[in-house]
């Protein structure tokens, strides 16, 4: 569906007027127009793709930034640079977490990136922390020491050799982001910090809110089941694939 959105094949006409104020669900229009004659299903359509632009965006440099300071502060655990990233990690999360999400999206204005930033900013924490467990553990290895041993350098000892063994904590800990940066986007959007130019479900569900007053619910659901549907699939996912790479599961 967001793909479509992205070549061009539908949901092109989410802003325009093509109905009358709360028209009614018809072979036209699926789940009806809303407060201004705008087509809600073409609406929450629209919406897949922001959802999947934030998610992937938000999903890999998280995980990425995370992945650096966690295989950092594992490898050179008991050091400076692991007390330093353990202190900046402790900052952040003692700080409730949509607050600063918040506060840093506000701080940053009318940027279009203002919340990807904010995201990125705080969701690198959980990747590292468990990076930096696994790579306690790794750098005790056999090949590590066989490393060592034939002269390559720190960098390509964490690089090269240890970061591919986490790719299995990496994976799964992308999808469960993916999934929670989603979330964040729709709570941060229905309360109006969140997407500015553009539509999201987060915006959709505000929308109903005086909508729902008059009795008219097509915003509401057309936007919870989009976005249940796809937040459900990727839960399954991310579990499907944390079973999958564990290797201490049982087959």
Same mark, same amino acid.
């Given at each position: 569906?967001? %793909?479509?959105?992205?070549?061009?094949?539908?949901?092109?006409?989410?802003?325009?007027?093509?109905?009358?104020?709360?028209?009614?669900?018809?072979?036209? !229009?699926?789940?009806?127009?809303?407060?201004?004659?705008?087509?809600?299903?073409?609406?929450?359509?629209?919406?897949?793709?922001?959802?999947?632009?934030?998610? %992937?965006?938000?999903?890999?440099?998280? +995980?990425?930034?995370?992945?650096?300071?966690?295989?950092?502060?594992?490898?050179?655990?008991?050091?400076?640079?692991?007390?330093?990233?353990?202190?900046?990690?402790?900052?952040?999360?003692?700080?409730?977490?949509?607050?600063?999400?918040?506060?840093?999206?506000?701080? %940053? &204005?009318? *940027?279009?990136?203002?919340?990807?930033?904010?995201?990125?900013?705080?969701?690198?924490?959980? +990747?590292?922390?468990?990076?930096?467990? /696994?790579?306690?553990?790794?750098? #005790?290895?056999?090949?590590? /020491?066989?490393?060592?041993?034939?002269?390559?350098?720190?960098?390509?000892?964490?690089?090269? !050799?240890?970061?591919?063994?986490?790719?299995?904590?990496?994976?799964?800990?992308?999808? =469960? +982001?993916?999934?929670?940066?989603?979330?964040? #986007?729709?709570?941060?959007?229905?309360?109006?910090? &969140?997407?500015?130019?553009?539509?999201?479900?987060?915006?959709?569900?505000?929308? *109903?809110?005086? #909508?729902?007053?008059?009795?008219?619910?097509?915003?509401? =659901?057309?936007?919870?089941?989009?976005?249940?549907?796809?937040?459900?699939?990727?839960?399954?996912?991310?579990?499907?694939?944390?079973?999958?790479?564990?290797?201490?599961?049982?087959?």
């Amino acid at each position: 569906m967001a %793909l479509g959105v992205w070549l061009g094949f539908w949901a092109g006409d989410w802003a325009d007027v093509t109905g009358p104020k709360w028209g009614p669900m018809s072979a036209q !229009h699926w789940f009806g127009t809303n407060l201004i004659g705008q087509d809600i299903f073409a609406r929450a359509l629209y919406s897949t793709r922001t959802a999947f632009e934030l998610g %992937l965006v938000v999903a890999v440099l998280s +995980t990425v930034v995370g992945a650096v300071f966690g295989a950092f502060a594992g490898f050179f655990s008991g050091g400076w640079i692991d007390e330093l990233v353990l202190w900046v990690m402790g900052v952040i999360d003692s700080i409730p977490f949509y607050l600063l999400v918040a506060a840093i999206a506000f701080s %940053l &204005g009318d *940027s279009p990136y203002a919340m990807y930033i904010a995201m990125i900013a705080t969701f690198w924490v959980g +990747t590292s922390r468990l990076v930096r467990g /696994e790579v306690i553990k790794l750098k #005790e290895f056999e090949f590590v /020491e066989a490393a060592h041993a034939i002269g390559l350098s720190e960098l390509a000892i964490i690089f090269r !050799h240890i970061l591919p063994n986490t790719f299995h904590i990496l994976l799964v800990q992308a999808t =469960i +982001t993916f999934v929670a940066a989603i979330k964040s #986007e729709v709570i941060l959007s229905f309360l109006g910090i &969140g997407i500015q130019d553009g539509m999201s479900w987060g915006l959709m569900i505000a929308e *109903s809110t005086i #909508e729902v007053l008059a009795g008219f619910f097509n915003n509401f =659901i057309a936007a919870s089941l989009l976005m249940f549907g796809l937040v459900m699939a990727f839960n399954m996912f991310s579990d499907a694939l944390q079973d999958a790479l564990d290797p201490r599961s049982v087959r």
